[in-house]
């Protein structure tokens, strides 16, 4: 988190340009307030907004309103703007790629429980590797910090032995499975648990560290009596942010887990392990750029990637044609198709999809303005008071 947490307080607004410190101060103090203004209101309303924009919009309106628009640094702005764009469409991606090989590889094949003993440890084991090699770049680097090729082997190395470990496993486990896809859902009930352990991993490295950045950049000046371009993160205000996190789950949580879970598009546990890996492979790509991006979009962006990859599937997969031809024979293809897809189901889904589609990014448009001159008037407000 200490990466992003750098780029939150120091790299949007260019420090030396504030007057002096009680100035940073304030502007970070009011950066902080309208963010949690702002995200509670969302929250309570039921919008789907973004911690990471409203913080960035936060810092951005309070520097701007502190020392005029030269103090914001529109380079690093326009970084952080790019990956906001691309991480959801990154997320959707990798999701639309899981799911589509997991449909062609196990759903679609002749015998279903023979394809997932051979695939379903590889799709665990890339996880797997996965978090390793982030946990090794970023969760031990006060300790070790190897090259790139170091932890490219190590990873490799995870992935070769959490196959060699998993196949029993999931062969043991398939035992005695009838060969249909509710049988394929049982298999997937323990990787979708642990894929949910990596994106809450993804989660604290990302948006706790996007929500202390202000607070780390205020007790650093308050300690040191001057804005300095180095901000020391002291463990305490990363359990804060924590603890927060935990707090706003447990209060809000059910709502928005209810929107992205049901309300998009029909969930089982591949497309929902498919989401949360491609949702925790984004975050920490982005993390360990140092990228403040928003988890909940990318996250919702592998709900639609999902969602989309299984309207064009239903209507463009060869391989799902000739695979119900062999179950009903070509004379009951048709009847087949008919049921599972209605045209009014098929108008209904994309409805939904497409008005959740439109309130996320009317969502996404509205947070950074809506904070940053939130943040300014509470900055001058805060100036008036002290």
Not at 169 to 182: D, K, P, V
Not at 189 to 218: T, Y
Not at 366 to 380: E, Q
Request: hydrophobic share 55%; proline share 3%; with cysteine.
């Amino acid at each position: 988190g200490g990466d992003v947490v750098s780029t939150i307080s120091k790299g949007i607004v260019d420090p030396k340009q504030v007057a002096d410190a009680n100035t940073f101060v304030w502007a970070m103090m009011a950066a902080l307030l309208s963010c949690a203004m702002w995200v509670n209101l969302a929250t309570w309303l039921g919008a789907p907004v973004s911690t990471t924009h409203s913080v960035v919009g936060g810092v951005m309106g309070a520097g701007i309103a502190a020392a005029g628009f030269s103090v914001v640094n529109w380079g690093v702005m326009g970084a952080i703007a790019a990956s906001w764009v691309i991480s959801p469409l990154m997320g959707g991606g990798i999701a639309a790629l899981f799911l589509w090989f997991i449909k062609s590889n196990i759903i679609y094949q002749e015998d279903k429980i023979a394809a997932a003993r051979k695939w379903v440890p590889m799709l665990v084991s890339i996880m797997l590797a996965a978090f390793t090699c982030y946990l090794v770049m970023k969760g031990l680097k006060k300790v070790w910090k190897p090259d790139l090729a170091t932890v490219a082997m190590l990873g490799i190395a995870v992935f070769g032995a959490s196959i060699l470990v998993l196949r029993p496993i999931i062969r043991a486990q398939s035992q005695g499975m009838e060969n249909r896809n509710q049988s394929l859902r049982k298999l997937f009930h323990i990787p979708l648990i642990f894929s949910a352990m990596l994106l809450s991993f993804a989660h604290g490295a990302n948006d706790v560290a996007n929500a202390v950045g202000p607070l780390a950049a205020i007790l650093h000046t308050i300690q040191s009596g001057s804005v300095d371009a180095k901000v020391g993160i002291p463990l305490w205000v990363m359990m804060i942010g924590a603890f927060g996190i935990s707090l706003g789950l447990f209060l809000y949580g059910p709502k928005l887990i209810r929107m992205v879970g049901e309300q998009i598009t029909k969930m089982n546990p591949m497309r929902a392990f498919c989401v949360a890996l491609s949702a925790a492979i984004t975050v920490l790509i982005a993390s360990g750029f140092g990228l403040p991006v928003s988890s909940t979009h990318i996250a919702v962006g592998g709900v639609f990637g999902v969602g989309f990859l299984r309207e064009y599937y239903t209507t463009h997969s060869s391989r799902r044609r000739t695979y119900l031809a062999r179950k009903a024979g070509n004379a009951g293809i048709a009847k087949i198709q008919a049921d599972e897809r209605s045209e009014d189901e098929i108008v209904y889904r994309k409805l939904v999809r497409r008005s959740h589609f439109m309130t996320i990014i009317a969502a996404w448009i509205i947070t950074v303005p809506a904070t940053a001159v939130l943040a300014g008037v509470l900055y001058f407000l805060l100036q008036q008071m002290g």
